[in-house]
């Protein structure tokens, strides 16, 4: 039973860049949740996809976008990077009616 | 709005001490409460959770009871090894996860 996967592991872009990271859910699991996670804190809830709708948004600006495919896997871009941005990107999967997530391994991506 | 306080680190310990690492929540509902772990240079992995006020999450040896009235969880462990290093986080859930800024625990032989 596969977990839940992330591409690219590592990326390095340039300030003004758009970026695209990938993320495949848990088999069974119908929702997909993304968080930011900076150096030394605690992740950041960005928002949270069902039925290929966003269902819930943390406070980040619309530079952060997402999509989600109708085999549940998603996409979260982000335009006009910043040097903030540099952070490890975090995917996670679960079920519509639970709230226990389950985490991939998560995309570092750099902003230089 | 909701958050989780943790204890700040690292907390070093030796193998086969007692660990205890305090979170306290604020939240308006009733959450579901979370205790994740992230070892170096991976993604976090869910340790153990709990539902509702006085229930026992447990797992590989690691424990934590919902304590509504005092609105914690705290996370003990009877005899920590070596391979437990890592950063553990405290989480509360209506939906999106709310996490703590976790801690760091170093086990030294």
């Known amino acids: 039973d596969a977990g839940v996967t992330q591409s690219p592991t590592h990326l390095i872009k340039t300030r003004g860049q758009q970026v695209t990271l990938r993320c495949s859910p848990k088999?069974?699991?119908?929702?997909v949740s993304w968080y930011q996670q900076a150096l030394g804190q605690g992740p950041q809830f960005i928002f949270q996809?069902?039925?290929?709708?966003?269902?819930q948004r943390g406070n980040f600006p619309d530079r952060f976008s997402g999509h989600q495919f109708p085999n549940y896997s998603s996409e979260l871009n982000v335009n006009a990077l910043l040097l903030g941005d540099s952070a490890l990107y975090l995917c996670?999967?679960?079920?519509?009616?639970?709230?226990?997530?389950?985490f991939g391994p998560g995309t570092r991506l750099t902003v230089t | 709005g909701d958050s989780v306080t943790q204890m700040e680190g690292p907390v070093t310990l030796s193998e086969e001490a007692f660990l205890t690492i305090n979170c306290t929540y604020t939240?308006?509902?009733?959450?579901?409460l979370f205790w994740y772990v992230q070892y170096p240079g991976e993604g976090l992995q869910l340790l153990l959770k709990?539902?509702?006020?006085?229930d026992k999450g447990s797992n590989k040896g690691f424990e934590a009871t919902y304590r509504k009235e005092t609105t914690s969880f705290h996370l003990e462990k009877g005899s920590v090894q070596v391979s437990d290093s890592a950063v553990y986080f405290c989480a509360l859930s209506e939906g999106e996860l709310i996490f703590g800024t976790g801690t760091r625990l170093q086990v030294f032989p």
């Open positions: 088999s069974g699991h119908d929702t």
């Open positions: 709990a539902t509702k006020a006085d």
């Open positions: 996670a999967s679960s079920l519509v009616t639970e709230y226990e997530q389950y």
């Open positions: 939240a308006t509902g009733y959450p579901s």
């Open positions: 996809y069902y039925e290929e709708e966003e269902r």
